[in-house]
């Protein structure tokens, strides 16, 4: 079965950092884009980043520019995202989805369980 | 940024209903479009992709339409199992924007 597994989530305060992992198996993990959604208590989903296929392109939220990082080990089907200078307002569970492609449309199938970050003091 | 604004943000409806969510682009978006379904507690799950293509294994009482800045999911027969809250996302430009989210609630 495809699969994504987060992990790395927890209580940091304000102006800390994270780093998220996100693990895939059962699929050619170097072959596809990989995204980052978050979704804040009771809140919407909220685009965060996607990352290419070697790592080379990466795209941001304006939200979270400058503060994260994406990046991924194809070795190790692993893909992280380094949280710098966090907020309140980043307090979220992080979900990472495979982007399906075709033509112009994306999609994401299939997303991980999430990891819920809190940040507060 | 494109603005997706999804309507209803609720509804209640029953059993064996037809049900319909509809999303709107603040400029046009081709057929750029996805529809999810989550559950509380749970990670979102593809519906529809490329505003009409349904994914695979996924019941065909849900059905997408639409192309340019209107966009509607449809449930043609409405089953327990479908209460959720639905999502569409446009990928057409950069920041992808989710809409807002519609509850399916039961009536």
């Known amino acids: 079965e495809v699969q994504l597994v987060e992990s790395g989530g927890g209580w940091v305060q304000p102006g800390g950092s994270l780093r998220l992992s996100c693990v895939a198996s059962?699929?050619?993990?170097?072959?596809?884009?990989i995204s980052w959604v978050r979704q804040a208590p009771k809140k919407g989903l909220e685009w965060v980043a996607n990352i290419n296929q070697d790592g080379s392109v990466e795209f941001y939220a304006d939200s979270v520019k400058g503060r994260f990082t994406s990046s991924r080990d194809n070795a190790q089907k692993s893909l992280y995202l380094q949280m710098n200078s966090l907020r309140a307002e980043d307090t979220a569970v992080y979900y990472c989805?495979?982007?399906?492609?075709?033509?112009?449309?994306?999609?994401?199938?299939?997303w991980g369980q999430g990891t819920l970050v809190t940040v507060s003091s | 940024a494109i603005q997706m604004t999804q309507s209803p943000s609720s509804l209640s409806a029953s059993v064996g209903d037809r049900v319909t969510i509809t999303c709107r682009a603040s400029?046009?978006?081709?057929?750029?479009l996805s529809w999810y379904q989550q559950k509380p507690g749970k990670a979102p799950t593809l519906l529809i992709y490329a505003a009409s293509t349904l994914q695979s294994g996924v019941p065909s009482r849900f059905s997408g339409s639409g192309s340019g800045t209107d966009f509607t999911l449809t449930i043609s027969s409405l089953q327990a199992e479908d209460f959720a809250t639905y999502y569409c996302?446009?990928?057409?430009?950069?920041?992808?924007?989710f809409g807002q989210g519609t509850k399916v609630e039961i009536k």
């Open positions: 989805a495979r982007l399906g492609m075709a033509g112009t449309s994306n999609w994401f199938d299939p």
């Open positions: 996302l446009q990928d057409n430009n950069y920041p992808w924007t």
């Open positions: 059962e699929f050619t993990f170097g072959t596809y884009w």
């Open positions: 400029q046009g978006i081709g057929n750029d």
